[in-house]
C-alpha cells in the first residue's frame, strides 16, 4: 500500500446553462479580455488515499465520482492528476 | 394516519411540517432522526426543507447516504408516500426516487417570495383535493430549485402527467409559464413513475393559515389524507 493523491475536477455538464460561468465571462469582458468566450465553474478536489497503484487509486476514485463526488445527471468529472504523497 | 418528518443536519422546516400536519390537519406525527433505521410505522414519509449538511458537495448530495434514507427508498418502493420539499426534493432526486436534479438559481440569488403555480395534474395522489388548472400560491425559499434533466426525461415526464405544479404568472400574462430559477419548462415539483413521491420546491406547509398569508398549500396534505385513508 501506497498514499495517493488524486485530484479531481467537476464541471457543468456541456449544454446545460452554467449562470456562473457566464457571470464571470462578462466580468472578463468588463476587464477586457475580449479573447474570452467560455467560462464554466466547477469543483477542485483532492482526495487523500491509500492504493496499492496508482491505477487502482485512479480507478477507485472514479467509483467515488459516480457514486457520490460528482452528479451525472448534471455534472462531468475527469481524474486530472495521481501522485504519489 | 401517521406521519414521518425526517431531521437532518441542517432541516429547518421540519417544525414547520410538524405543526402543518398536526395543527392544521390534524394527524399523527414524529420526527425521524436521520441516524435512525425505522420509520416507526409511519403511513407517509415527509423529507422537509433546510440545508442538509450544509448543501456541501451538492444540495441533498450527503443527506441521501444517512442511513434513514435506505428506509425510506424501501418505502418509496413498497409504494407508500413521500412527501419531498424544497432540501427534501433535491435529496430525492440525489437518492433517485426523482428524475433530474436542481441546479443553482439562474439568477445565482436566493430567492425568498410567495408565488403563482398551476396545478397540471389533479389526479394524483398528493393534489386529489385540488382541480386541474387551479391557480395556488405558495412561497419559494431557495437558492438551487433549477430544475433540470436530459431532454428525453423532459419530454417522458411532461408525457406522462407527471409534471404536478408548474410556475405561472410572471410580470405579464398571468397563465403564462414563469420561472423564478430558471426551471425547464416552469418546472415547480413532479411525481415518480408510480406516482407516490411528489417533490416540489414551493412549501405547502409554510401556506396552512389564511392568518399567514395563504392556505393552498393544505390541499397537498388533505389530499394524501384522503386517498391513504381510504
Given at each position: 500500500m501506497s498514499r495517493f493523491r488524486v485530484a479531481v475536477?467537476?464541471?457543468?455538464?456541456?449544454?446545460?446553462?452554467?449562470?456562473?460561468?457566464?457571470?464571470?465571462?462578462?466580468?472578463?469582458?468588463?476587464?477586457?479580455?475580449?479573447?474570452?468566450?467560455?467560462?464554466?465553474?466547477?469543483?477542485?478536489?483532492?482526495?487523500e488515499m491509500d492504493a496499492r497503484d496508482s491505477s487502482s487509486a485512479e480507478s477507485t476514485t472514479r467509483e467515488m465520482c459516480n457514486k457520490l463526488l460528482a452528479n451525472p445527471v448534471i455534472e462531468d468529472f475527469e481524474i486530472a492528476s495521481v501522485s504519489t504523497l | 394516519?401517521?406521519?414521518?418528518?425526517?431531521?437532518?443536519?441542517?432541516?429547518?422546516?421540519?417544525?414547520?411540517?410538524?405543526?402543518?400536519?398536526?395543527?392544521?390537519?390534524?394527524?399523527?406525527?414524529?420526527?425521524?432522526?436521520?441516524?435512525?433505521?425505522?420509520?416507526?410505522?409511519?403511513?407517509?414519509?415527509?423529507?422537509?426543507?433546510?440545508?442538509?449538511?450544509?448543501?456541501?458537495?451538492?444540495?441533498?448530495?450527503?443527506?441521501?447516504?444517512?442511513?434513514?434514507?435506505?428506509?425510506?427508498?424501501?418505502?418509496?418502493?413498497?409504494?407508500?408516500?413521500?412527501?419531498?420539499?424544497?432540501?427534501?426534493?433535491?435529496?430525492?432526486?440525489?437518492?433517485?426516487?426523482?428524475?433530474?436534479?436542481?441546479?443553482?438559481?439562474?439568477?445565482?440569488?436566493?430567492?425568498?417570495?410567495?408565488?403563482?403555480?398551476?396545478?397540471?395534474?389533479?389526479?394524483?395522489?398528493?393534489?386529489?383535493?385540488?382541480?386541474?388548472?387551479q391557480l395556488i400560491t405558495l412561497p419559494i425559499a431557495h437558492g438551487d430549485g433549477r430544475y433540470t434533466a436530459d431532454e428525453e426525461t423532459l419530454a417522458r415526464i411532461e408525457g406522462e402527467g407527471r409534471v404536478v405544479f408548474r410556475y405561472v404568472g410572471g410580470p405579464g400574462d398571468a397563465d403564462e409559464w414563469w420561472s423564478p430559477n430558471g426551471s425547464m419548462n416552469a418546472i415547480a415539483g413532479i411525481v415518480s413513475a408510480a406516482g407516490n413521491v411528489l417533490g416540489m420546491m414551493p412549501h405547502p406547509e409554510r401556506a396552512v393559515d389564511d392568518l399567514l398569508g395563504s392556505s393552498d398549500g393544505m390541499g397537498v396534505f388533505e389530499s394524501i389524507l384522503s386517498r391513504v385513508a381510504a
Open positions: 475536477h467537476i464541471v457543468p455538464r456541456r449544454g446545460l446553462l452554467d449562470p456562473q460561468g457566464k457571470a464571470v465571462t462578462d466580468a472578463l469582458h468588463t476587464l477586457g479580455f475580449s479573447s474570452v468566450f467560455d467560462v464554466h465553474v466547477g469543483r477542485h478536489l483532492i482526495v | 394516519m401517521k406521519f414521518g418528518i425526517v431531521t437532518f443536519p441542517g432541516s429547518n422546516c421540519d417544525y414547520d411540517t410538524y405543526h402543518a400536519v398536526v395543527d392544521a390537519l390534524g394527524e399523527e406525527a414524529v420526527y425521524l432522526w436521520h441516524k435512525d433505521h425505522d420509520l416507526r410505522g409511519c403511513d407517509v414519509v415527509i423529507l422537509p426543507g433546510g440545508f442538509s449538511y450544509g448543501d456541501y458537495l451538492r444540495a441533498g448530495a450527503i443527506a441521501r447516504f444517512s442511513p434513514i434514507m435506505r428506509e425510506v427508498v424501501a418505502h418509496a418502493e413498497r409504494g407508500a408516500p413521500v412527501l419531498a420539499i424544497c432540501n427534501g426534493f433535491q435529496i430525492a432526486c440525489e437518492a433517485g426516487l426523482l428524475p433530474g436534479a436542481l441546479l443553482r438559481n439562474a439568477s445565482l440569488k436566493f430567492v425568498c417570495e410567495a408565488v403563482r403555480m398551476r396545478v397540471e395534474n389533479a389526479d394524483t395522489l398528493f393534489t386529489n383535493r385540488y382541480d386541474r388548472g
